[in-house]
């Protein structure tokens, strides 16, 4: 069955610190990831996306990730964070056009001073 | 990408009664949008698929006749939950579905808060 799995439900860093917040996915031909940011009692911002091309995606807010087919995975990178960059991160992947996205369970990030 | 409303943001009613949630995609039109639902501290769960002028798509074990879709123009989509029950206390988002190309992304709304009592 196709999954996502984030493999860090929590993350704490120290303000300045970089950070990597892993995610894999289940293997498939054509796979199109996503990683979406929730603030406290928001919606979902798209923060990148990879659909095709380059395998390094930068996104918004500093952030980037990288498409590793053979490891399956597309783990999510900030040189170094800010204290607003506290808040719940969502890797998600669409496994064909118009497919339904499959989400992670989410990793908390919580950057301290 | 794409702007997405809801209103409202947050809602309290007494268990019994029906509450409706507005999803509004604000500058393009949208054939398909989603309804998730959202524990806390969990993940966004699928409840169905809205398709404008057609009936929309549930997951399965979600209730069609208590979690009603409406997707009657291209701008909006409705989430009524019918008969509501205090089970039913959860954040509700919705997004659309924009295609770029040969590959689609998914844009969400700020989420609905219902609690009900």
């Known amino acids: 069955a196709q999954s996502v799995t984030q493999l860090d439900s929590q993350v704490p860093v120290f303000e300045e610190a970089p950070v990597e917040l892993r995610c894999n996915y289940s293997s498939s031909v054509s796979v199109y990831l996503f990683w979406y940011v929730q603030y406290p009692n928001q919606g979902l911002q798209l923060l990148l996306k990879?659909?095709?091309?380059?395998?390094l995606v930068k996104g918004i807010n500093g952030f980037e990730a990288e498409f590793n087919k053979s490891q399956t995975s597309f783990h999510l990178r900030k040189p170094s964070v800010h204290i607003s960059d506290t808040a719940e991160y969502f890797c998600?992947?669409?496994?064909?056009?118009?497919?339904?996205?499959?989400f992670g369970q989410g990793t908390e990030l919580s950057v301290k001073p | 990408g794409a702007v997405v409303s809801q209103h409202p943001s947050r809602v309290i009613c007494k268990s019994g009664t029906s509450v409706k949630i507005e999803c509004r995609s604000l500058?393009?039109?949208?054939?398909?949008m989603f309804w998730y639902r959202q524990f806390p501290k969990k993940s966004l769960m699928l409840m169905a698929t809205?398709?404008?002028?057609?009936?929309?798509?549930?997951e399965q074990g979600v209730e069609k006749d208590k979690f009603l879709i409406n997707h009657a123009s291209l701008t909006l989509s409705t989430l009524t939950v019918t008969s509501a029950h205090p089970e039913d206390s959860s954040f509700y988002i919705c997004s659309v579905r924009l295609a770029s190309g040969s590959a689609e992304t998914q844009y969400f709304g700020p989420g609905t808060r219902l609690l009900v009592l």
């Open positions: 500058d393009f039109q949208a054939t398909t």
């Open positions: 809205s398709n404008e002028g057609s009936k929309a798509t549930y």
């Open positions: 998600a992947a669409a496994y064909n056009q118009g497919g339904k996205l499959i």
């Open positions: 990879y659909l095709s091309g380059s395998t």
